[in-house]
């Protein structure tokens, strides 16, 4: 097959880290194979047989590791599983504060005994926000410090300050819309607050230069409503019904003409009583 002594394949010699392949046939002559050199130990936990005695990381040692700082170090022994090092630490859980005198990082921040104090003793507060960082908190018996002795509300005015200690300044301020009368005080700009300033409210400007208009709005913002409405003649019905008015302007609506009730047409008076337009029709009664 044109191919010469294929069929021997290769020969493996050696165990673990020492093991080793060759081709069994070279060129007509037998290979011989020769294992690696082992090395003097096995204290590596990478999962090889390093010093090839048919043992995985006999030799590996377990070492003390510690983590957490103050009441919060702990100490573990590493150990080695399926050539992986398992050194896992978890630090202990830190105490709310430190307000024992001992000696001892209680709440693991690296201080020792921060938060101990003489009984009655006063500093100014800690961690607080807006108008609180003015207040003072009062040394407890044990240690501990008392909350802060300022916890205001937040005023309504607009003075630039935190003054119930959220984080927000002046979040309770009341918007005034008050300024400007009729149209003008619905097309106002409410007052505003930013930075503790405040812009007053702006009233609107008016639409018409008077108020002629019967809208019942005061559209020139003086105060009264449709007092430049110009009244007019206005006409209505027929004959006894006819009606001549002045059309005025009442609570934002201009007033109609009514007409007159028609009565029975009489006959020879030379009136249109019952105002269909004609007079002494067939029909009118005789007096």
């Known amino acids: ?36 050199n082992p090395a003097e130990n096995d204290i590596t936990c990478n999962g090889v047989d390093d010093d ?14 510690n983590c957490g700082i103050g009441a919060c170090v702990r100490s573990v022994a590493t150990s080695c599983v399926g050539g992986h090092e398992d050194a896992t630490c978890i630090p202990g859980n ?9 000696g001892v990082d209680d709440d693991c921040d690296g201080i020792n005994d921060e938060d101990c104090c003489v009984v009655d003793s006063t ?29 205001g509300e937040e005023t309504l005015a607009c003075d630039g ?5 959220d984080g927000q300044t002046d979040e ?14 619905t097309r106002n700009t409410p007052s505003t607050c930013v930075n503790g300033v405040v812009t007053p409210c702006h009233a ?8 002629r208009t019967c809208d019942g709005v005061d559209d020139d913002c003086d105060g009264v409503n449709d007092e430049d409405f110009m ?35 009489l006959c020879g008076n030379g009136i249109d009583d019952d105002c269909d337009y004609d007079t002494d029709e067939p029909g009118c009664i005789r007096p």
């Open 172 to 185: 309770d301020y009341v918007t005034d819309a008050s300024c400007g009368v009729g149209l003008c005080h």
């Open 94 to 102: 830190p105490a709310e504060d430190d307000a024992t005198c001992d």
């Open 52 to 65: 090839c005695n048919d043992q995985i990381d006999e030799g590996y040692a377990t070492r003390q590791i």
């Open 231 to 265: 009244r007019y003649h206005n006409q209505c019905g027929a004959g006894a019904c006819f009606r001549d008015v002045y059309v005025a302007c009442v609570n934002g609506a201009p007033t109609q003409c009514v007409p007159g009730e028609p009565t029975e047409e």
């Open 123 to 151: 500093r100014a507060c800690t961690n607080q926000l807006g108008e609180c960082q003015l207040g003072v908190e009062t040394c407890l018996a044990g240690g501990a410090w008392s909350d802060c002795s300022t916890l």
């Open 1 to 36: 097959d044109n191919q010469t002594d294929e069929g021997l394949g290769n020969k493996t010699c050696g165990i673990g880290a020492c093991r080793r392949s060759v081709q069994a046939c070279v060129g007509g002559q037998e290979q011989v194979c020769t294992p690696g």
């Open 161 to 165: 300050k935190d003054n119930d200690c």
């Open 204 to 211: 609107g400007n008016p639409i018409a230069g008077d108020d």
